[in-house]
């Protein structure tokens, strides 16, 4: 039986939303409640049944000592280093240029994601995160270096958190794999962490044979940002696009921001190739980009009807995704 762990959540992390003008729907929706993993669409409790996700095979993984994080070559020295452990399956990417390295994001804080780095590139690494809630933060105070946006959002989450905030996600139904070594379930926290430069939109992160373009992207988080590749044709999208259902009725989050947001992921699909992601799977097509934006317009104008309540948000699905809106309170 798989390895689990009970403990609760305060929601200061994940709950609330913008909420949109309600879509009209010409269908009656059904309705799926989950027992374990709530909030986060349908049918997600047993979600490791899913696992291993055949996705993965198309890359060639890299054996390290490290028996929480799974790792893999995803392109050419673009490494995503994976947790599937717990629920949220998130990946953080490793990219290395001739002058130094860039993290974007460091995951759940699990595990020590600064070990799996240092088994992978010997340059320096600096810290960028797609967005600052917990699954993407957790190793950020383990690195030297950390660049993040000055909004009021990104400093106060910098702050860390108490374990009580994130004690939750460690719960019955998130964890299957056996924690680390040495882990203590009971000290788990977001911990603090110090911007040392600040990012705007625009700004160009030259690491020496890549150049990586910020593109702030806000809606499921104010802070979202994505990062594009030009040259190489690929887009790190962070949690504004991902083979999951995708969140807009998170505290911070903002349904308009986020129609926003995937509506200039649309515009970029015919720059780039391919479309790396931070859950599930590591890469999509860029035609997914052009997905993503039809679904928010279809939501606003009332023509997507295949929805779910699920734990009392709407849940709108797709080819391959969904995107879950907040209910009614």
């Given amino acids: 039986m798989p390895l689990r762990y009970s403990v609760f959540v305060l929601c200061i992390f994940f709950v609330g939303c913008s909420k949109p003008a309600e879509p009209v729907s010409s269908a009656e929706p059904g309705v799926v409640d989950n027992q374990q993993v709530q909030n986060r669409g349908a049918d997600k409790d047993n979600w490791w049944d899913a696992l291993p996700r055949p996705e993965w095979s198309a890359y060639t993984k890299i054996e390290l000592d490290d028996g929480w994080f799974d790792v893999y070559r995803i392109d050419d020295e673009v490494y995503a280093i994976h947790e599937p452990g717990q629920f949220e399956e998130v990946i953080s990417f490793l990219i290395v240029g001739d002058d130094f390295a860039l993290m974007f994001d460091t995951g759940l804080g699990i595990g020590n994601i600064r070990n799996v780095v240092d088994q992978l590139t010997e340059l320096d690494v600096v810290v960028l995160n797609s967005h600052t809630h917990y699954d993407h933060i957790g190793g950020n105070h383990l690195f030297d270096t950390i660049y993040g946006t000055s909004l009021d959002y990104t400093k106060t989450r910098s702050l860390g958190s108490p374990p009580e905030a994130v004690a939750g996600f460690l719960r019955e139904g998130w964890v299957w794999k056996p924690l680390p070594e040495g882990f203590s379930a009971a000290d788990y926290q977001s911990r603090a962490f110090e911007i040392d430069k600040t990012i705007n939109e625009g700004d160009r992160i030259d690491i020496g044979g890549r150049v990586l373009e910020v593109l702030f992207t806000p809606g499921h988080a104010p802070d979202s940002l994505c990062l594009i590749d030009r040259e190489n044709r690929l887009l790190f999208t962070g949690d504004t696009f991902y083979l999951a259902p995708l969140y807009t009725h998170l505290a911070g ?45 279809d939501i606003q104008s009332g023509v997507a009807t295949d929805v779910t309540i699920s734990d009392g948000n709407r849940e709108y699905h797709f080819d391959g995704f969904s995107v879950i809106v907040k209910g009614e309170e």
């Avoid at 947001?261 to 790396?276: C, E, F, T, Y």
């Avoid at 052009?290 to 679904?295: D, M, P, R, V």
């Fill in 253 to 297: 989050s903002s349904f308009d921001d986020y129609a926003n947001s995937a509506k200039r992921l649309a515009g970029l699909a015919g720059d780039i190739d391919k479309a790396v992601t931070s859950h599930n799977v590591p890469v999509v097509d860029a035609s997914y980009m052009t997905a993503l934006g039809q679904a928010f317009a």
